[in-house]
C-alpha cells in the first residue's frame, strides 16, 4: 500500500472512529442517571457523519465509480442532509412538520395532525430534524458499510482526466429515466382526457336558449362553465406540459453557453455522450435519425411558442408518431441496462402501465362527471339549435 493510499484510509478511518465515539457518548448521556442532554453529542455527530459525507460527494464529481456508489445509498444519502436546514439557522415558518405516527414509541404523545416540528433532536435512538430521522442503530451501521466500500475505491480518479468510457452514473441515468416516465405519463393523461372530452364537447357547447340575455351578477354553473372555461384551459394546459417535458429529453447535453460544460443537461444526448459502449451510443443516435422530424417539431414548439412568444412563429401541427417515439425510448433505456450493468437497477417508462393507468383514471373521472349531470336532471340538449345566440352583456 503506498503511502498516499496509508494516509488516505488512515483519515477517513480516523473520523469514522470519531463518529463511533460520539454516537456511544450519545447513549451514554441518554441515561437516566446521567442528567446531561445529549443534544450537543447528537450535534457533533452529525456535523462528522457530514464531514465524512462530503469527502464521498467532492470525489464524486470526478469519478464515476464513487459517483455509482453513491447512487447506490442514494436513500441514505439524502438523510444525512438532517442538518442542512439547522447549519444556516433554524427557520420553523418553513421547516416540515413531524409526523408523530411515525416517532418511537413513548417519545412524543400528540394527537393527528399535529404541528409539531423538531430540529436536530434525539428521540429513542433516533435523531429527527424537521421531517428527516436518522436511526443510531441500523443507518449508522449500514453508512459504515458505505464508508468501507468508498475505501476500496482508492486511488481515485485525477479532477483534470478525461473521462473514461463508462462514467455514466447510476444517478444521472436514474433522472433521465424518471423524467421520460414523467413526460409519457402527462401524454397518456393528455390524450385520454382530450379524447374523452370530445365525445361531450358538443353537448357542453350547447346553449340553453331558455335563459336568455343574462348580466355578469346573474351568471351560474348552468351557463356553460365547463367548456367555455375549465376544459378550453385544462386540456391545452396538459398539452403544454408533455410538450414541454418530452423536448428537454432532446436537448443537447450542454448549453451552448456553457464552455466549461460543468452544467450538464438531463438529457439523451449526456447520456449517450457518457456510455461505456460507444458502438450503442452510434447505434442510438443513427436509430434517433428516423424520429428527427417529431422530436424536431416538438423543440420548435417548446423553443418558440411554450417557452417563449415568438411573435413570427405560427403554431403548426405536431408531427405525428408521438407513441413511436416513446415507445423507440423505452427500448432504448432497456438497451442501455443492459449493456451497463451497473444501470440495471434503474426503472424504465413501462408504456402499457401508464396508458392503462390513464385511460381508467380519465374514465372515472367523466363518469362521475356524467352520472352527476345525470342525478342533477341536466336537460338533454335539443337536436336542433335555434338561430337565437346568448351573451353575457
Avoid at 424520429?291 to 403554431?315: Q, T, W
Avoid at 424504465?348 to 401508464?354: A, G, K, P, R, S
Wanted: charged share 25%; with cysteine; net charge positive.
Amino acid at each position: 500500500m503506498d503511502q498516499g493510499n496509508i494516509l488516505f484510509h488512515s483519515k477517513i478511518e480516523t473520523w469514522l472512529r470519531g463518529l463511533e465515539f460520539q454516537r456511544e457518548r450519545i447513549f451514554l448521556r441518554s441515561q437516566e442517571d446521567i442528567q446531561v442532554s445529549p443534544v450537543h453529542d447528537v450535534d457533533f455527530y452529525v456535523i462528522l457523519l457530514r464531514r465524512l459525507l462530503r469527502q464521498l460527494e467532492n470525489i464524486a464529481h470526478y469519478d464515476s465509480r464513487v459517483a455509482n456508489l453513491k447512487g447506490k445509498y442514494r436513500d441514505l444519502v439524502e438523510r444525512i442532509k438532517i442538518r442542512d436546514h439547522f447549519e444556516h439557522g433554524i427557520d420553523l415558518d418553513n421547516m416540515q412538520p413531524v409526523d408523530a405516527g411515525t416517532l418511537p414509541p413513548g417519545t412524543i404523545s400528540a394527537p393527528a395532525g399535529a404541528d409539531i416540528r423538531i430540529a436536530t433532536s434525539l428521540l429513542g435512538n433516533q435523531i429527527v430534524s424537521g421531517q428527516l430521522t436518522w436511526n443510531l442503530d441500523g443507518d449508522h451501521k449500514v453508512f459504515g458499510g458505505l464508508i468501507m466500500e468508498f475505501l476500496k475505491l482508492y486511488p481515485f480518479s485525477k479532477p483534470n482526466e478525461v473521462p473514461t468510457l463508462g462514467c455514466l452514473d447510476i444517478e444521472t441515468f436514474d433522472k433521465f429515466v424518471k423524467e421520460s416516465n414523467k413526460a409519457h405519463q402527462q401524454f397518456c393523461l393528455w390524450l385520454s382526457a382530450y379524447n374523452e372530452f370530445a365525445k361531450n364537447q358538443a353537448r357542453w357547447n350547447e346553449l340553453d336558449h331558455g335563459i336568455g340575455l343574462f348580466k355578469v351578477e346573474n351568471f351560474t354553473r348552468k351557463h356553460g362553465c365547463k367548456y367555455k372555461n375549465f376544459w378550453s384551459v385544462t386540456i391545452p394546459t396538459l398539452q403544454h406540459g408533455w410538450i414541454l417535458s418530452t423536448a428537454r429529453l432532446f436537448d443537447p447535453a450542454y448549453h451552448p453557453q456553457d464552455k466549461k460544460r460543468d452544467k450538464p443537461r438531463i438529457s439523451l444526448g449526456y447520456v449517450l455522450a457518457n456510455l461505456g459502449n460507444q458502438n450503442l451510443s452510434s447505434s442510438v443516435l443513427q436509430q434517433m435519425i428516423s424520429h428527427k422530424p417529431v422530436i424536431k417539431s416538438l423543440r420548435e414548439h417548446r423553443d418558440n411558442y411554450l417557452a417563449h412568444n415568438d411573435s413570427n412563429f405560427k403554431p403548426t401541427r405536431i408531427e405525428a408518431e408521438i407513441n413511436n417515439l416513446f415507445q423507440w425510448l423505452e427500448d432504448t433505456i432497456t438497451s442501455i441496462k443492459k449493456t451497463e450493468r451497473h444501470l440495471k437497477s434503474c426503472g424504465n417508462i413501462n408504456i402499457i402501465y401508464n396508458e392503462k393507468l390513464s385511460q381508467c383514471g380519465i374514465d372515472e373521472i367523466f363518469e362521475d362527471l356524467l352520472f352527476a349531470e345525470k342525478m342533477s336532471g341536466a336537460a338533454t340538449p335539443k337536436s336542433s339549435r335555434q338561430n337565437k345566440t346568448q351573451k353575457i352583456l
